[in-house]
């Protein structure tokens, strides 16, 4: 494990199932304090105690300093990744993340809840964060998929990386460019090792927001 403070190109940001990169490559840039590693096509991130995206809607207050590795991307894209974690403290997580500025951005994380379950969870934050708890996930992994398409988000998980079902759709009016990539979380614990496995971001949205196809 190593910082990383520059850039850092990574060669196997390639097409999965399906998706067609636009490009060979892209360059993964790094947001919070983080140490991170990239082998062969699995990316692994030390999530920092303490750490967090939300604005909260109750208490006001706005946690934005969670890791954050991304790349900028300008117009629609789909994001996915096999996602894999041990968690250990309430609001554990790791997912997808993307981002305008500290209160607006969306984020699909696979995260350890109140009661102590294990999730997909889908947080919209415009000016203030909403916090959508979907199905119960019996294992440490799950694959999430967070798509753009025009002012349309979407939010997919699956428990093969084929057949994806929908957890959140939504119409969010950010920016056309945003930073999109993998976010790792530990707000209140003692953070971790966070793994996003054959990870893609591609410069395309998709054909059927509902269906993340």
């Not at 946690?63 to 996602?83: H, L, N, W």
């Not at 093969?160 to 999109?180: C, I």
């Not at 990539?181 to 054959?198: H, I, V």
Request: glycine content about 10%; some cysteine.
């Amino acid at each position: 494990m190593f910082a990383q403070p520059d850039p850092v190109p990574v060669q196997r940001l390639h097409p999965d199932k399906g998706l067609r990169a636009r490009r060979p490559k892209e360059t993964i840039m790094l947001q919070g304090d983080c140490t991170f590693e990239i082998k062969d096509n699995m990316l692994i991130m030390e999530a920092e105690p303490g750490r967090d995206y939300f604005a909260n809607p109750v208490s006001g207050e706005i946690k934005a300093d969670a890791a954050f590795a991304y790349t900028t991307i300008e117009g629609d894209f789909t994001c996915r990744a096999k996602v894999q974690l041990e968690h250990k403290s309430q609001f554990d997580g790791a997912g997808l993340f993307a981002f305008q500025d500290d209160t607006h951005w969306v984020k699909a994380c696979f995260e350890q809840g109140d009661y102590g379950f294990k999730s997909v969870v889908t947080v919209m934050t415009n000016d203030h964060s909403d916090d959508g708890y979907g199905v119960t996930i019996p294992g440490d992994s799950i694959w999430l998929q967070l798509a753009r398409t025009g002012d349309v988000f979407s939010i997919h998980y699956s428990y093969d990386g084929d057949f994806y079902y929908m957890s959140r759709l939504a119409r969010m009016p950010f920016a056309r460019t945003l930073q999109v990539g993998f976010e790792a979380q530990s707000p209140t614990g003692e953070g971790g090792k966070r793994y996003f496995t054959d990870f893609t971001i591609v410069r395309e949205g998709l054909k059927d927001s509902r269906a993340g196809q």
